[in-house]
């Protein structure tokens, strides 16, 4: 089965400092995704990545920025953290090719910024 | 950008009884339609998905229909179980690989 764990699955930071959201899949994977969850938004993507150095920004990139230095894993990182940005955060990676598109997603990160 | 409208936010149906969850997108060059099971603590999964070839899927007690032309996708679960209780997702894209816009989600409250 494929696995992607997320370091975290509850953090408490404070506004203004930098933080760090780590993702790992273990199955080769060469798409790798970061979402965010908000009661009644559903899920809106971040950012992207299709290869090691690779990134595109999705729908909500302000405020963030990802590091993928290895294919294994995606770093979501939030500059300086601000309480609008408390939320869940879900990673999620897909195989790419191979007529097959489903996304594996974590099991998320729910983030409170006080 | 894709939007991707979801209905009802809420249902409730009777077990046994079956369960539709529409959703419309925008973008006509979309052409991957997958939804999604969210349990509570867990992060989504993949339960069906369709392409813009295919008019209608089914897996069991799970079946997806896609109209290309109205632009709308339905779930539909039948002899509805107490497993069945979940968020669902729907979500549209152009490109198998790129990201994903979902809906706001469907909470299915099986009713014993």
Not at chain 2, 83 to 107: I, M, N, P, R
């Amino acid at each position: 089965d494929v696995k992607v764990t997320q370091s975290s699955r509850y953090l408490v930071k404070r506004t203004g400092e930098k933080v760090f959201l780590e993702c790992v899949q273990d199955m080769d994977h060469e798409n790798m995704f970061w979402y965010r969850q908000d009661p009644g938004l559903g899920l809106r993507l971040i950012y992207f990545s299709y290869d090691v150095k690779m990134k595109e920004k999705g729908d909500i990139p302000e405020g963030y920025s990802v590091s993928r230095e290895k294919k294994e894993r995606f770093s979501l990182i939030l500059e300086s953290a601000s309480t609008n940005q408390t939320s869940m955060y879900l990673c999620a990676s897909l195989r790419g090719g191979g007529g097959s598109y489903e996304q594996y997603f974590g099991p998320g990160t729910r983030l409170t910024v006080t | 950008g894709e939007n991707v409208e979801q209905h009802p936010s809420t249902l409730s149906v009777q077990e046994g009884d079956s369960a539709v969850i529409k959703c419309t997108y925008s973008d006509s060059a979309s052409n991957y339609f997958p939804w999604y099971k969210q349990e509570l603590g867990k992060g989504p999964q993949l339960i069906i998905d369709i392409r813009s070839n295919v008019g209608e899927k089914k897996d069991q007690r799970i079946a997806v229909t896609l109209n290309k032309t109205a632009k709308h996708f339905s779930l539909h679960i039948t002899e509805t179980q107490p497993e069945d209780s979940a968020v669902y997702f729907c979500a549209a894209s152009a490109g198998g690989a790129d990201g994903l816009t979902f809906g706001k989600g469907t909470h299915l409250i099986i009713q014993p």
